[in-house]
């Protein structure tokens, strides 16, 4: 009986399924020695940031990346993923986004530069106000449009590390330009062909699990389109929440983090559904967010999962699913499913 290997924090933990048990495995290993992109990064840097450019640093950008570049480069330090800016500088007008994009099913990709919309009120207001909507009814935005208005209203140039290419791992452009190359670079969709009653997943290890609402896309990016009963999530979780901890999904507004409305579209998708979680987060707060149920390990938490299900239901694994995006069989890309 084969160990899989999940991400979880800076380290992995291992799962062993019965061979009868098991219906899939959806394995996207991204690069897991970042230091190599570095010097590339910091050459493109050097060319792209001109003297009254502002850097800014996605928050799911690698640490190794991150303490590279740190000191190097004027850089607005309060930036922050998906939430609205009230204490930040009123205006940008040049300014280099770095970023280690992944997919997400609502607004096509994160870390584009839907985290600059809040310095455009009119901007964030109309993204905020659509982005309700789809939450709602679980359409996807189309972020091309929004991204064609960034790049009219500020000079920006957006550089992506690509950790799943196959060939170019640092791509620079505009918004647009990058939305475009992310598109074809990064295909994100796989096809399950197998029904499971048990998913396993984590959200990739670190910086994408360091809290839970930069985990959250886990959950939209594998329950979208794919039926299970009970989920067993691996999320470390060190900084807990990751949102004010009075931020709650009965409680957003069009001025609430947008990440804090993924809670009630996530909660949605759970509905109905047993959760457990490997994570350091305090159970309270998980109980309290998403209403799951909390354990020390994973073994612990794929019993709990298991307990009283028949013999051969079936399981299916995501061992990075902030890089995948499981869609229904009829996808054109099919998953080799492992026995």
Not at 174 to 189: C, D, G, R, T, W
Request: glycine share 6%; charged share 20%; net charge negative.
């Amino acid at each position: 009986m084969p160990a899989v290997w999940l991400p979880y924090g800076s380290t992995s933990i291992s799962i062993r399924v019965d061979p009868e048990d098991l219906a899939w495995v959806v394995s996207r290993e991204p690069v897991s020695d970042y230091s190599v992109m570095l010097s590339s990064l910091k050459s493109i840097l050097k060319e792209s940031i001109g003297g009254e450019a502002a850097l800014l640093l996605d928050p799911t950008l690698p640490s190794v990346l991150k303490e590279g570049i740190a000191g190097s480069f004027r850089e607005l330090l309060s930036f922050d993923l998906l939430s609205p800016v009230s204490t930040m500088e009123a205006s940008i007008r040049s300014a280099c986004l770095v970023s280690c994009p992944h997919p997400d099913p609502i607004i096509g990709f994160r870390g584009l530069g839907e985290n600059l919309f809040p310095f455009y009120p009119e901007l964030w207001k109309e993204f905020t106000s659509v982005f309700l909507e789809a939450a709602e009814s679980g359409e996807k935005i189309d972020l091309k449009p929004y991204l064609k208005k960034l790049r009219d209203n500020v000079d920006l140039k957006v550089i992506m590390l690509i950790p799943l290419a196959s060939d170019r791992k640092v791509v620079s452009g505009n918004p647009v330009e990058a939305y475009e190359a992310l598109s074809i670079l990064q295909p994100s969709l796989v096809s399950t062909q197998t029904p499971v009653q048990i998913l396993v997943a984590s959200a990739g290890g670190a910086p994408f699990d360091e809290s839970l609402s930069r985990a959250m896309s886990v959950i939209p990016n594998c329950l979208q389109s794919v039926e299970c009963d009970r989920i067993v999530f691996a999320i470390e979780g060190l900084k807990g929440l990751g949102l004010p901890p009075d931020t709650l999904a009965g409680n957003a507004t069009p001025n609430s983090p947008l990440v804090a409305k993924y809670i009630g579209f996530c909660r949605n998708l759970l509905n109905g559904k047993t959760v457990h979680v490997v994570s350091a987060i305090p159970e309270s707060l998980l109980r309290t967010v998403l209403d799951c149920r909390a354990h020390d390990t994973l073994l612990d938490a794929y019993r709990a999962a298991r307990l009283f299900l028949a013999k051969g239901s079936k399981t299916g694994i995501v061992t990075h699913a902030s890089f995948t995006v499981l869609c229904s069989k009829s996808h054109e890309t099919p998953l080799k499913e492992e026995a």
